[in-house]
């Protein structure tokens, strides 16, 4: 789904933890360096990372700002930036602790220097003392002599290389290319290297807010805008009049129509986009999710908005409502391919194993969706992923093992949903190169589905 990144678990080695030295541009090198390493060495996702980890929290607003920055943007280089590193070097770097601090501080300095535009002076000295301060010493030296190179050379070599296909693992590149094609897999590919806009969801009408917050309206009615600050400054958020949710995320909410005074449930609801957006249309929710942290996430969230809804911590695959529902929502933990413009380390975290191991999982939450809704009642199954393995390939093994739903198709015109967005089987595939013209969206997989009556 795109409004939370599911991952593998993260692996067990514990993480150096260093005193951060006084406030400047080497502290929040040093957080850079941490939370890089938190995802290449530990396999830890890069949003539970900066949750984590209270250097970060400490850094004055500004070089918060430029850490995300540069961490995002070093994961979503790394391919460019690790083939840099290679150019420069005789050998590879050895299998090592004090090698793997080199080589992210390398990664680092490098994106700094041509992908940011850092100072030469500021992006070598900074790495330098980084390697001296980090159990890298011995690779000062190193260190030293790529970066001015990369300050000469970086951005010439660079702009020769194949960004598209360097930044995509070959697993990811390999699926898109027999799934979408080779020339639409290059599109995403290329889609994932820009910046993304935020998106927002409103709980009310648009066409005020649409104009104080300088924003588009985009097909199916969300806003998007490019903003400088960070979210909660924004006009609108303290006061809840609306929420952060891709415009690809908030159109499977719509499929169901209209819901009003219908009973709904949301499974693997939180952090509550879509479970706003129910509640918001005016039906009565009750909002289902393992983790009774996160689900207390989406009822803060909900209580921000002034929306009321029914929490239940409970395992989606086990639980059952008392009586039938008259919908079911269901946007499964996935892998989050779709979403690697916003979560660049999803390349690094995620594999064909955990894909399989995922789609077996949504393929037993699918099942227990359609053993909760009335017969004649509409289950919505979407997955925030660019894998046939969790979009068409489980739509067309539950339809055709003789469970008791049926496909709806889904039309162009629904909730602003364009022509090119709906696949040959009337299943929604929004993709990352969709809407270019006006930023693009996330990829996200929708299957709209009715349970036949008994």
């Not at 539970?48 to 961490?71: I, K, T, W, Y």
Request: glycine fraction near 8%; charged fraction near 25%; aromatic fraction near 4%.
């Amino acid at each position: 789904m795109a409004d939370r990144t599911p991952h593998a678990p993260a692996r067990a080695k514990k993480a150096h933890r260093y005193a951060t030295p006084t406030p400047g541009p080497l502290a929040s090198r040093f957080v850079a360096l941490e939370l890089l390493s938190a995802v290449t060495t530990r396999g830890q996702p890069f949003d539970e990372a900066l949750d984590g980890h209270a250097d970060f929290a400490r850094l004055p607003g500004r070089d918060r700002a430029f850490v995300h920055n540069l961490c995002a943007t070093t994961l979503r280089r790394l391919g460019q930036i690790d083939a840099l590193i290679a150019v420069c070097l005789e050998r590879p770097l050895a299998d090592k602790a004090d090698a793997a601090i080199a080589k992210n501080i390398l990664r680092l300095g490098i994106c700094q220097l041509v992908f940011l535009q850092t100072p030469p002076h500021a992006a070598v000295d900074t790495s330098v003392q980084l390697a001296r301060k980090r159990r890298a010493s011995a690779f000062a030296g190193l260190i030293n002599a790529v970066l001015r190179r990369m300050g000469r050379d970086g951005i010439e070599m660079a702009s020769s290389q194949d960004a598209a296909r360097l930044n995509t693992p070959d697993w990811l590149w390999e699926s898109w290319s027999e799934t979408y094609g080779e020339e639409t897999c290059r599109a995403i590919a290329e889609a994932h290297l820009g910046e993304p806009p935020l998106d927002v969801t409103l709980k009310g009408e648009t066409a005020d807010w649409a104009k104080t917050l300088d924003a588009k309206e985009l097909p199916g009615g969300s806003l998007r805008l490019w903003p400088r600050g960070p979210v909660t400054d924004l006009p609108g958020f303290g006061e809840g009049a609306w929420w952060v949710q891709d415009a690809a995320a908030a159109l499977p909410a719509r499929l169901l129509g209209d819901v009003s005074a219908k009973n709904i449930i949301d499974l693997c609801a939180a952090p509550g986009g879509k479970t706003a957006q129910l509640a918001a249309m005016g039906a009565n929710v009750t909002a289902v999710d393992r983790a009774a942290g996160r689900l207390k996430r989406l009822q803060s969230n909900m209580t921000r908005l002034g929306l009321k809804v029914q929490t239940v911590v409970a395992d989606a695959a086990l639980w059952r409502p008392a009586q039938p529902a008259d919908a079911v929502l269901l946007d499964a933990l996935c892998s989050a391919t779709g979403t690697l413009r916003r979560h660049p380390d999803v390349a690094q975290l995620k594999s064909p194993g955990i894909v399989a191991d995922l789609a077996a999982l949504q393929a037993r939450l699918l099942e227990a969706a359609w053993g909760m809704v009335k017969p004649g009642g509409l289950i919505v199954y979407c997955a925030c992923s660019l894998q046939p393995e969790e979009g068409t390939q489980m739509i067309a093994r539950v339809l055709a093992s003789g469970a008791p739903v049926e496909r709806v198709p889904i039309r162009a015109g629904e909730a602003g949903i364009r022509d090119e967005w709906i696949n040959a089987e009337g299943d929604l595939r929004c993709l990352p190169s969709h809407m270019a013209e006006m930023g693009g969206m996330d990829g996200f997989f929708t299957a709209r589905l009715r349970r036949k009556p008994e």
